[in-house]
């Protein structure tokens, strides 16, 4: 059966010499993993329109044996050109969606976590490369995950965040590097 939705790419990789395996964060499938077959072909239909960071709108085959469903067809909505212009925009949306990653469950409709991913790569470039981005990105999804700060506000926690390194203790290696490069700091509780 064909499915259909609207999502962000938030990783692309190798399958075979010629396919992709596409993962999304979908508004109405939650983390959803397609292949791509043939796409890393010249003449490919996906030719140009699978990269990391771009809105399209999608349609699945829905296997029945495996997690990987074959990807039929895609219409792109935005490649968010402008997040490609600084490095640090980039490390800052490889951060954020390394989180959605970790905290999402597959195949399960989260349309809050993709609305707050979508709005914080859309506004990324429109501001200076800044820590208080990503603060605000963590905070919200906190808050959203129902782990937000007791006896204090989004808001207030916000503001207390800003400016101050916090422990990346709980996160993976891979996640608590990409938080280093995003903040632009350096963490003295680092996983070795």
Not at 69 to 76: F, G, T, V, Y
Not at 99 to 125: C, G, H, M, N, S
Request: aromatic content about 8%.
């Amino acid at each position: 059966m064909e499915e259909r939705d609207s999502g962000i790419i938030i990783r692309v990789r190798p399958l075979t010499e010629t396919s992709l395996i596409v993962q999304w964060l979908g508004h109405d499938h939650g983390l959803i993993s397609t292949v791509a077959k043939g796409a890393r072909k010249p003449k490919s239909t996906f030719a140009g329109k699978l990269d990391l960071y771009y809105f399209a709108d999608f349609t699945f085959q829905r296997s029945s044996r495996s997690e990987l469903h074959p990807l039929r067809e895609m219409q792109l909505i935005s490649t968010n050109e402008k997040l490609r212009r600084d490095l640090m925009w980039l490390n800052q949306a490889a951060y954020a969606s390394a989180l959605i990653e970790q905290t999402a469950e597959r195949e399960t409709p989260v349309p809050e976590q993709y609305e707050l991913l979508k709005d914080f790569l859309e506004r990324l470039p429109d501001s200076p490369a800044a820590a208080s981005m990503v603060i605000t990105f963590e905070a919200d999804l906190l808050e959203m995950l129902g782990f937000g700060l007791e006896g204090t506000d989004t808001m207030n926690a916000k503001q207390a965040f800003k400016g101050r390194h916090l422990d990346c203790v709980d996160l993976s290696a891979r996640t608590c590097a990409l938080r280093i490069k995003a903040l632009g700091t350096e963490s003295s509780n680092q996983r070795s």
